[in-house]
């Protein structure tokens, strides 16, 4: 693996590459409150197959794109960066995958930029239709999202995750994520201005259009202990994909499913990423 800066008209992002140059290029979008590190299991597992994997620290969590106002944190901006991301590193066409808030802005860009991508894989965050669907008709939905809204407090919210050694910030991940992968995103998030950057995603407003159906070839993974997001959301999301599309659960694991079950992810987005595209020697 080696640190990667990517320079964009919106700044510069930091990111971890791995695998030959010439390799089928991935994009992977790490979530909240993380950051490139939570895919170090599948930067190595598609890297050892050929891939040309690329993971950015997105907007916010690099310190090279920060900015103050929550406004420049929408979907819209967050979808840019993407493009941006890729038209510097030269990928033409990409494969993209997304977790928690990543694959949010996965499942926009595969609507904006369909041409861009070669496929879709998005981890435990429903297609935001189907959120939307289920915020309206499901309870359980509803309630699991009540987080949401309290985190728009600022500086409250802040102010309490990092009190006590990051005490609430730290059990966010339930024992799921590996202990020096929580002191790292704690490391991260104690910053200035960074957990206020991260929380700016919440912030932002409601998105500016309505979001569509995905026409790309789509992987979606979802577990079944996870507590932002419920069944009804989770099986609603293949009616919003009109292209080839896989629904996956997992059993037993919570939301941090790329920490947490490393191996099922990998096995399930390399059989993804080879049922769909060319060769690995393609970009």
């Given at each position: 693996m080696a640190e990667l800066s990517i320079s964009t008209a919106a700044?510069?992002?930091?990111?971890?590459?791995?695998?030959?140059?010439?390799g089928r290029p991935v994009l992977l979008l790490h979530g909240f409150p993380q950051t490139r590190l939570a895919w170090e299991r599948q930067i190595t597992a598609l890297a050892a197959q050929g891939y040309r994997?690329?993971?950015?620290?997105?907007?916010?969590?690099?310190?090279?794109?920060?900015?103050?106002?929550?406004?420049?944190?929408?979907?819209?901006?967050?979808?840019?960066?993407?493009?941006?991301?890729?038209?510097?590193?030269?990928?033409?066409?990409?494969?993209?995958?997304?977790?928690?808030?990543g694959g949010a802005v996965a499942w926009w860009t595969a609507d904006a930029h369909p041409a861009l991508l070669r496929t879709l894989t998005v981890v435990s965050t429903p297609h935001?239709?189907?959120?939307?669907?289920?915020?309206?008709?499901?309870?359980?939905?509803r309630a699991r999202s009540l987080y949401m809204r309290?985190?728009?407090?600022?500086?409250?919210?802040?102010?309490d995750m990092?009190?006590?050694?990051?005490?609430?910030?730290?059990?966010?991940?339930?024992?799921?994520?590996?202990?020096?992968?929580?002191?790292?995103?704690?490391?991260?998030m104690s910053r200035p201005g960074a957990l206020t950057a991260a929380l700016n995603w919440y912030r932002s407003g409601r998105p500016e259009r309505a979001i569509g159906t995905v026409d790309v070839p789509t992987l979606y993974?979802?577990?079944?202990?996870?507590?932002?997001?419920?069944?009804?959301?989770?099986r609603e999301t293949g009616q919003w994909v009109k292209?080839?599309?896989?629904?996956?659960?997992?059993?037993?694991?919570?939301?941090?499913?790329?920490?947490?079950?490393?191996?099922?992810?990998?096995?399930?987005?390399?059989?993804?990423?080879r049922a769909h595209g060319e060769g690995h020697g393609t970009p």
């Open positions: 700044g510069v992002f930091d990111a971890t590459a791995a695998g030959p140059p010439g994997v690329v993971a950015p620290d997105q907007r916010g969590y690099s310190p090279g794109v920060r900015p103050e106002r929550a406004e420049d944190y929408r979907i819209t901006t967050l979808v840019d960066d993407v493009v941006a991301i890729a038209q510097e590193l030269g990928w033409a066409t990409f494969d993209l995958v997304g977790h928690d808030w935001p239709g189907a959120l939307a669907g289920a915020l309206r008709t499901d309870e359980d939905q309290d985190w728009r407090q600022a500086p409250e919210t802040e102010n990092l009190a006590h050694d990051a005490e609430k910030l730290r059990g966010l991940y339930g024992g799921a994520v590996p202990q020096a992968g929580v002191d790292a995103y704690v490391r991260h993974v979802w577990s079944t202990e996870d507590i932002s997001f419920g069944p009804v959301a989770a292209g080839p599309y896989r629904f996956e659960t997992v059993e037993g694991i919570s939301h941090w499913i790329p920490e947490e079950a490393p191996e099922t992810l990998n096995r399930l987005l390399l059989e993804h990423l």
